[in-house]
């Protein structure tokens, strides 16, 4: 089989982060919240944040319609008695704040762009990633300098569908337009990435590098349900290894 066009998660695939990421994230958020008059107190806002993240996160994964950060901080904030709707510019505010910590906190798994430098040369590429904000998710693929790597990048938070749902997938394949059956994708969640793209009828492949070095995941509330992968499913944990793939 001749592989025409090659897709990639982003997050713990292409891209790690520091294990301070998380912390410094919502440290900022909880900066802007109460530089907007709101005197939040932290350890109660960080335990119904979480709470509700892991929440919308579930209901997401089951309906395979993504959520979105404003909506876990608008039930948060309304689990301590402060109304305020997911749009308001206040919420606004503080989720450009926490995705602002990532973008001097995330780096390239060693070796991607070279590696995207090199494969981009002799097939089309593209990225499908779930996460909730995909201006910061933009921002971040630009700072790192590999967005000039993919012809088409397909964010969640944009389309409205998360992975594992087809419906991601088929908007990828169709604007890819590359037949499945010559396209493979890497990633490195068994049931968003290797589930949905099966499903989806590309082959997978298991990018498992940050899983291999116990590396701090992202977004860290949440990890997969399936944790099962099948051994026909290529795995690898360096770059060189799908060079061998393709």
């Known amino acids: 089989m001749k592989i025409k066009g090659i897709g990639f998660d982003l997050f713990n695939t292409l891209i790690m982060t520091e294990p301070s990421a998380l912390k410094k994230a919502m440290e900022r958020l909880l900066g ?5 008059g ?5 350890d109660e806002f960080m335990g119904f944040y979480k709470e509700s ?5 579930k209901k997401a994964d089951e309906t395979g ?13 309304r689990k301590m008695g402060i109304f305020i709707e997911p749009n308001d510019s206040i919420i606004n505010r503080g989720v450009e704040a926490y995705f ?3 973008y001097d906190n995330c780096h390239l798994v060693p070796g991607t762009r070279d590696m995207l430098e090199r494969i981009s040369k002799t097939h089309t590429l593209g990225l499908v990633s779930n996460f909730t904000h995909a201006p910061a ?18 964010i969640s938070g944009e389309v409205g569908y998360r992975k594992p749902n087809p419906l991601i997938f088929r908007i990828f394949i169709n604007t890819l337009n590359i037949d499945p059956q010559y396209m493979i994708y890497v990633g490195d969640d068994p ?4 589930q949905g793209a099966m499903g989806a009828g590309i082959m997978p492949v298991w990018m498992t590098y940050v899983r291999d070095n116990n590396l701090q995941f992202i977004p860290g509330y949440v990890r997969s349900r399936n944790e099962i992968v099948s051994e026909e499913v290529p795995r690898i944990s360096t770059w ?7």
């Open 32 to 36: 802007s919240l109460n530089d907007n």
């Open 137 to 154: 998710a933009m921002k971040l693929m630009e700072h790192l300098d590999i967005s000039r790597y993919f012809q088409v990048t397909v």
């Open 240 to 246: 060189e290894q799908l060079f061998e793939i393709i």
């Open 53 to 57: 993240a892991r929440y919308f996160i």
């Open 191 to 194: 049931m968003h990435d290797i």
């Open 65 to 77: 319609i993504e959520t979105h950060n404003r909506f876990w901080i608008s039930d948060a904030l």
């Open 100 to 102: 602002s910590a990532f």
């Open 38 to 42: 709101l005197n939040i107190n932290k």
